[in-house]
């Protein structure tokens, strides 16, 4: 056995005003553990993933073992454990869209951005190498009726077409 | 009670017993994995499933109850006794079927799902001959699998210091994470991922790398309650198949707790120690201290013949001249400069023949009591290993002190006995016992010392004379516990080399004597002591059984 055990050097905290978000959060619940979704996203959004010092800061937080941050975080795939792009975008490939063309999207945005597409286990495979975008494939948006559709961080864009694609991209800021 | 129809029978239960354990006592089997009695019932494994009866929706008073719409999970039904006007087919409780079609048809298509990823590598699997997958496949199970698709592969992990999981054996049912949670309160186990790529593990980083590991004092309970060969022993693995050890049932002699455990061995020593129900002591559980310490027992440093000191240096001897030189001795000092000292890590019987010995033979009222020194407190949720590492102090105590007015010798006034004896006779039977300064300086100003013990220490590098005595794996006998429970240990393997069970080599030396002590076997002295100790009036061989006496 190796006894090698994960040494958290700096210790994750939320900075000032996440800390008041967070207060205000907690309030909503009728018990601790009930806030971890909320939570987790508010790290995620500070730290970018959810190292392990994020996950012991939340365990603490929440007074829950770690075990159960970890058993969330690896249970929902809207939190990476790994560095992800700036934008993640994320594009439908349920069926409404795959018969709205979501492929020739999915390719377009290929090969303008020079990468490939994630997998669940491997976010770098579809992350650009500028660490700018991390394209990745979901399941259902919710917006069968505007299909094909992606999302591009908390942004929803409908009926799309490579000429909109470039456009959405254009104007993201930098 | 609870009057219910359990397919043909018609038996009382308790008030609230689940289909599950009402089966069990009636000798049916409802074949389950996720429910265990000592934790939580979240009904995941879906394979206690019984067909349950009540009227149907609607029906006036008086109509025949028949099978309800859907099977029920049988541990998370209870049954209770019911008002009159609820009563069913006018005098059960509840009506449960635990094998009719519809139940063999469930249980057989819950297996199915359950094989799904399962490797069937029974051949190389530590569980195999004592796996509730293996053996419910057997009885309830299809023989053959219509899953095409290619199995998951979850990699095998290392969880702690003691605890393998092979994830792929594993069917999620849980056990492990309630018992982390509930009973050891310590919390490391978890359910990564989702759906059918779910997988125990330990908090890890995205890499791998531990972020806590299983590494609690109960954590050893896992590889127990696992019901198929997920959960792995580190010690056990690859040691031996199951159907080829003997089983003793015995106490652990770790601490004064007294758990009770199936000591399992095979001729050449133990294998392995797993803890055994006791309903007011240990429950299903052992902490690993006591699970994993049985290793001194086959050790090969063993004393195996007696040890006499010439010149200086310990040398090997006969048992005869062993014997003769303390008789010898013996016989040639006053009683008052001789100190006898028990062992709280020997039995009752040991440390009866031991008094009787002193009172009778040697005429001495010194008498001491020896042991491991203490240790460390350790409280979970639902479990307390003690800090008496000795698992008989309460009964060697009240023992030896039985003819002598309850005056037992300990700690600094002990010491000071010792310091001004010729001759002492210490039986030890503590492994790995080392000594204080104070302790140290005493005994070396003893001009005869004899040591009645089982591995080389610190106490027999001292000794003129060393004895083998034997361990707990050994002997038959009984020891007290610390909530006075007079429990039996039984004989498991035999003495190494020439080593004798401890309370025979004190009477062979009281024979030498000339003393009237003659034993058979350990439940006379038993009996003996039921007669003759205060507050064991009922604890005879007859009366201690298979789940021991508590003391009034």
Request: aromatic letters at 6%.
């Amino acid at each position: 056995m190796s006894d090698e055990i994960v040494q958290i050097e700096t210790p994750f905290q939320f900075n000032e005003e996440n800390k008041q978000v967070f207060d205000e959060l907690i309030g909503r619940y009728p018990v601790k553990e009930a806030a971890m979704l909320p939570t987790l996203h508010l790290a995620q959004r500070q730290e970018g993933y959810i190292t392990p010092a994020v996950m012991r800061y939340v365990a603490e937080l929440l007074e829950v073992t770690v075990m159960k941050v970890k058993d969330v975080v690896t249970f929902y795939p809207m939190f990476f454990e790994e560095p992800v792009g700036e934008y993640v975008i994320r594009i439908c490939q349920t069926l409404p869209c795959a018969l709205r063309d979501c492929k020739v999207v999915l390719d377009h945005l290929k090969t303008k951005l020079g990468t490939d597409v994630a997998s669940e286990t491997d976010l770098a495979k579809g992350t650009t190498d500028d660490g700018k975008f991390t394209l990745m494939k979901v399941e259902c948006l919710a917006s069968c009726d505007v299909a094909p559709v992606i999302m591009v961080n908390d942004d929803l864009y409908k009926n799309l077409t490579p000429e909109k694609v470039d456009k959405i991209l254009e104007q993201l800021p930098n | 009670m609870a009057f219910i129809k359990l397919n043909d029978l018609e038996i009382e239960v308790e008030d609230g017993t689940n289909i599950v354990e009402a089966a069990k006592q009636h000798g049916i089997e409802v074949p389950h994995y996720c429910y265990h009695p000592g934790l939580s019932r979240p009904a995941n494994c879906r394979m206690c499933l019984i067909e349950t009866y009540a009227p149907p929706p609607g029906a006036p008073p008086g109509t025949p109850a028949v099978p309800g719409r859907q099977l029920a999970t049988g541990c998370t039904t209870s049954v209770r006794s019911a008002p009159p006007e609820r009563k069913l087919d006018e005098k059960y409780d509840a009506i449960v079927q635990t094998d009719s079609p519809r139940v063999i048809k469930a249980r057989e298509d819950i297996l199915e799902f359950l094989l799904v990823h399962h490797p069937l590598d029974c051949p190389v699997c530590d569980q195999a001959g004592e796996c509730d997958l293996q053996d419910f496949s057997y009885r309830h199970g299809h023989d053959k699998s219509r899953y095409i698709e290619v199995k998951n592969v979850p990699p095998k992990k290392d969880l702690g210091p003691d605890v393998l999981l092979y994830s792929t054996r594993c069917i999620v049912c849980t056990r492990c994470i309630r018992f982390c949670d509930e009973v050891s309160g310590s919390g490391e186990l978890g359910l990564i991922n989702r759906g059918s790529h779910d997988e125990i593990d330990i908090p890890r980083s995205h890499e791998g790398t531990p972020i806590q590991l299983l590494d609690n004092k109960l954590a050893g309970n896992v590889v127990d309650i696992c019901p198929v060969g997920a959960l792995i022993s580190k010690d056990f693995l690859f040691k031996s198949r199951p159907w080829f050890m003997e089983k003793a049932n015995s106490i652990c002699s770790g601490c004064s707790v007294g758990c009770n455990v199936t000591v399992e061995y095979k001729t050449d020593g133990l294998y392995r120690i797993k803890p055994r129900f006791h309903a007011d002591i240990n429950q299903h559980w052992m902490c690993d201290d006591g699970r994993l310490g049985y290793h001194y027992v086959n050790s090969d440093d063993r004393l195996q013949l007696p040890l006499k000191k010439i010149g200086g240096e310990q040398t090997t001897t006969q048992w005869s001249d062993a014997l003769t030189l303390i008789t010898e001795k013996l016989s040639e000092v006053e009683a008052d400069d001789i100190v006898v000292i028990g062992s709280a890590q020997g039995t009752n019987e040991d440390n009866y023949v031991l008094q009787q010995f002193a009172h009778d033979v040697l005429k001495t009222t010194q008498l001491g009591l020896f042991g491991q020194q203490p240790g460390e407190e350790h409280k979970f949720p639902q479990f307390t290993i003690e800090a008496d590492k000795n698992p008989n102090t309460a009964g060697a105590r009240t023992i030896l002190g039985s003819a002598n007015g309850n005056v037992v010798l300990e700690g600094d006034t002990l010491w000071e006995k010792v310091a001004g004896a010729k001759v002492v006779y210490l039986v030890s039977g503590v492994p790995d016992r080392a000594l204080e300064d104070t302790e140290r300086e005493a005994l070396e100003k003893v001009e005869f010392l004899i040591v009645q013990d089982v591995l080389p220490s610190e106490v027999t590098e001292l000794a003129d004379v060393v004895l083998p005595g034997t361990t707990f794996a050994e002997k038959d006998g009984t020891f007290t516990n610390s909530t006075g429970w007079v429990q039996r240990i039984r004989k498991a393997i035999d003495p190494p080399g020439e080593a004798q069970v401890d309370w025979e080599i004190t009477q062979q030396l009281a024979k030498q004597l000339d003393g009237e002590i003659d034993y058979h076997f350990a439940g006379e002295i038993a009996n003996a002591i039921a007669e003759n100790v205060e507050g064991y009036g009922d604890a005879t061989h007859q009366n201690i059984g298979n789940t021991g006496i508590k003391l009034a």
